[in-house]
């Protein structure tokens, strides 16, 4: 096997030249004896160094492979091998003992110990060493353990804490420290506490993959892979699920875990909590009365789609059949049945939804949700649903609610006909929503204290709101809603959903099916007649229907230009549309 050991080899050391045919090394399936089994450090023999640096061997197979110097005067240049037993007789192991071969090391007889992931991880910290001048029968393995399950207790408390909805472990092996950062109230943030050797990261992430993960996508971390698990966990009282997804990049590591609370009554919050205004409200409880078709709701990451979902899904009737379909199941929903469907990192043929697909209409059901359409298996899945007679609902990752059909569904990504799309009552409801920081009641600023006359004439002239019902972000925050390590989150207090809702019509289908994208959103612009500082959203964007809170004084205007862009490009794009319309009247007469 011709095996690149190298990552970044170590000081002193030389690239490995490539195995020879011709070299003579005893394979594993012919050694004498059979590989002994060890549980603790100390049952490891007697070992002087660990042979890492002699063939430069990269760092993330340290957690599955170690050879050890056991020479003595007898026997010089001796090494055995600790490995885990996925590795017994695997090509990666042959390769290591024919690498260390070519170096002049020989393989002790019955050299072969078979470890637990525990020992693995402390070899390759340098921590056997320690525990084995200890003696107290693995005393020190299981302190190392504990001080590993410690340290992200720590960072999942603070993220319970804060309500973070993301823990971005960020491993960077050019740095003596790396960062843990926290996603709150949609901020990346980055906490000083959370600045720990990266070593020590390194050990947490594959100590908790590796131990308390279930449903990995290997047996094993392997920071050079894209991994998936997820890891249970009970903190400060409260049952957590987080959601792992892992990849290598320039630098190091960078592991992300979505935070997901498993109490399924504390996690509903009814739309007007959420954001929903009322007559987004019926329009939501009109959509879910409709006894067949789909609902789709999007967004970008962390935008609070399952949790719309969730509350919708907990808003019907308990003697309705519910059934889900997710990868994997998140929130809780009371009176559903919600099955996992597990899709592979890798590309391959097998659909993941088939056996659910085949087996969901014998179930009787009356509302069958799709935790998310990315792909053709999920999107048939969502068609079998709705074209049957009965409630679908999914998520979309799309820019906008009408783009969810212009652009996502008939993709060949997805693959939705759409002549199937612009079926009447195929699609009963087109949602897009995110997620925009509050300002803090107790110490919001007055707009005119921060921002200069052009800017908010600008605001007054697009949206005709008076500048004085408006208010800004106050910097420094007051008691109410700072936080401890969180600086820049001083003067937001929570989020709130803004969303754009869109119940197709028959003109909309039909400028759809004709593929006039342009005309559509023309039309469904044209139907707005509410002021921006009214609360009926027919026919508003996103950033218009934000608009509305802004009036409120309960969003900083900056904050709509974060999420959804300038107002000097809103501006831009206003004129030109009405441009295109002037020169459409100009050719019709």
């Known amino acids: 096997m011709n095996f690149d050991w190298h990552h970044d080899p170590a000081p002193g050391t030389t690239p490995m030249p490539a195995p020879s045919p011709l070299a003579s090394v005893t394979p594993i399936g012919s050694r004498v004896g059979e590989p002994a089994v060890v549980e603790h450090a100390e049952d490891l023999p007697a070992f002087s160094r660990k042979l890492y640096d002699i063939i430069g061997m990269q760092p993330s197979l340290k957690h599955r492979l170690c050879p050890i110097d056991v020479s003595t005067d007898a026997a010089p240049q001796t090494f055995a091998l600790v490995l885990l037993h996925d590795e017994l007789n695997t090509e990666l192991t042959e390769d290591l003992v024919k690498q260390l071969g070519f170096k002049g090391w020989t393989l002790a007889p019955d050299g072969y110990y078979i470890a637990p992931q525990t020992v693995m991880v402390d070899l390759a910290r340098d921590g056997i060493n320690e525990n084995r001048k200890e003696g107290k029968g693995g005393a020190g393995a299981r302190k190392h353990d504990s001080a590993l399950w410690t340290m992200f207790e720590s960072a999942a408390k603070f993220a319970l804490e804060n309500d973070a909805s993301d823990i971005h472990v960020e491993i960077d092996r050019t740095m003596v420290d790396s960062q843990i950062k926290f996603r709150v109230d949609g901020r990346l943030t980055k906490p000083r506490e959370f600045q720990?050797?990266?070593?020590?990261?390194?050990?947490?992430?594959?100590?908790?993959?590796?131990?308390?993960?279930?449903?990995?996508?290997?047996?094993?971390?392997?920071?050079?892979?894209?991994?998936?698990?997820?890891?249970?966990?009970?903190?400060?009282?409260?049952?957590?699920?987080?959601?792992?997804?892992?990849?290598?990049?320039?630098?190091?590591?960078?592991?992300?875990?979505?935070?997901?609370?498993?109490?399924?009554?504390?996690?509903?919050?009814?739309?007007?909590?959420?954001?929903?205004?009322?007559?987004?409200?019926?329009?939501?409880?009109?959509?879910?009365?409709?006894?067949?078709?789909?609902?789709?709701?999007?967004?970008?990451?962390?935008?609070?789609?399952?949790?719309?979902?969730?509350?919708?899904?907990?808003?019907?009737?308990?003697?309705?059949?519910?059934?889900?379909?997710?990868?994997?199941?998140?929130?809780?929903?009371?009176?559903?049945?919600?099955?996992?469907?597990?899709?592979?990192?890798?590309?391959?043929?097998?659909?993941?939804?088939?056996?659910?697909?085949?087996?969901?209409?014998?179930?009787?059901?009356?509302?069958?949700?799709?935790?998310?359409?990315?792909?053709?298996?999920?999107?048939?899945?969502?068609?079998?649903?709705?074209?049957?007679?009965?409630?679908?609902?999914?998520?979309?990752?799309?820019?906008?609610?009408?783009?969810?059909?212009?652009?996502?569904?008939?993709?060949?990504?997805?693959?939705?006909?759409?002549?199937?799309?612009?079926?009447?009552?195929?699609?009963n409801l087109l949602v897009y929503q995110a997620l925009v920081p509050k300002l803090c009641p107790c110490c919001k600023r007055d707009v005119t204290d921060v921002y200069d006359d052009a800017y908010l004439a600008r605001i007054e002239r697009l949206f005709e709101i008076n500048r004085s019902r408006m208010k800004a972000q106050n910097n420094d925050g007051c008691d109410q809603c700072r936080r401890?390590?969180?600086?820049?989150?001083?003067?937001?207090?929570?989020?709130?959903?803004?969303?754009?809702?869109?119940?197709?019509?028959?003109?909309?289908?039909?400028?759809?099916?004709?593929?006039?994208?342009?005309?559509?959103?023309?039309?469904?612009?044209?139907?707005?007649?509410?002021?921006?500082?009214?609360?009926?959203?027919?026919?508003?964007?996103?950033?218009?229907?934000?608009?509305?809170?802004?009036?409120?004084?309960?969003?900083?205007?900056?904050?709509?230009?974060?999420?959804?862009?300038?107002?000097?490009?809103?501006?831009?794009?206003?004129?030109?549309?009405?441009?295109?319309?002037?020169?459409?009247?100009?050719?019709?007469?």
């Open 196 to 427: 720990i050797e990266t070593f020590k990261l390194l050990d947490m992430v594959a100590y908790l993959y590796n131990v308390h993960s279930n449903s990995g996508s290997e047996n094993t971390f392997n920071e050079n892979q894209p991994q998936q698990c997820q890891i249970a966990a009970k903190i400060n009282g409260q049952k957590l699920l987080f959601r792992w997804a892992s990849n290598k990049n320039a630098t190091g590591t960078k592991v992300v875990m979505r935070v997901i609370k498993q109490d399924s009554a504390e996690t509903i919050r009814p739309l007007p909590t959420l954001g929903y205004l009322p007559p987004q409200i019926a329009i939501w409880n009109r959509a879910i009365s409709r006894r067949g078709g789909g609902v789709l709701v999007a967004g970008v990451v962390g935008s609070g789609k399952s949790t719309t979902l969730q509350t919708v899904m907990s808003m019907l009737p308990d003697w309705m059949a519910k059934y889900t379909a997710e990868d994997p199941v998140e929130n809780l929903i009371p009176g559903a049945c919600q099955f996992s469907v597990s899709r592979s990192l890798t590309a391959d043929d097998e659909d993941p939804f088939l056996a659910i697909k085949r087996q969901t209409k014998r179930m009787d059901p009356d509302v069958v949700m799709i935790g998310e359409l990315r792909d053709k298996e999920s999107s048939s899945l969502f068609r079998d649903i709705a074209e049957s007679g009965h409630r679908a609902f999914s998520t979309v990752h799309a820019p906008s609610a009408i783009d969810m059909i212009t652009l996502r569904l008939v993709s060949s990504e997805m693959g939705i006909p759409r002549d199937v799309i612009a079926t009447p009552n195929f699609l």
């Open 484 to 589: 401890k390590g969180l600086p820049e989150l001083n003067g937001s207090k929570g989020r709130i959903v803004v969303a754009e809702m869109i119940e197709p019509t028959p003109k909309m289908l039909l400028l759809f099916r004709d593929c006039k994208n342009l005309e559509l959103k023309s039309h469904i612009r044209s139907l707005r007649t509410a002021k921006f500082d009214e609360q009926d959203s027919t026919g508003k964007s996103v950033m218009e229907v934000a608009m509305y809170h802004v009036a409120q004084g309960i969003i900083d205007p900056r904050e709509v230009e974060t999420m959804f862009g300038s107002f000097e490009q809103y501006e831009a794009e206003r004129k030109e549309e009405a441009a295109n319309e002037a020169r459409e009247i100009l050719d019709r007469r």
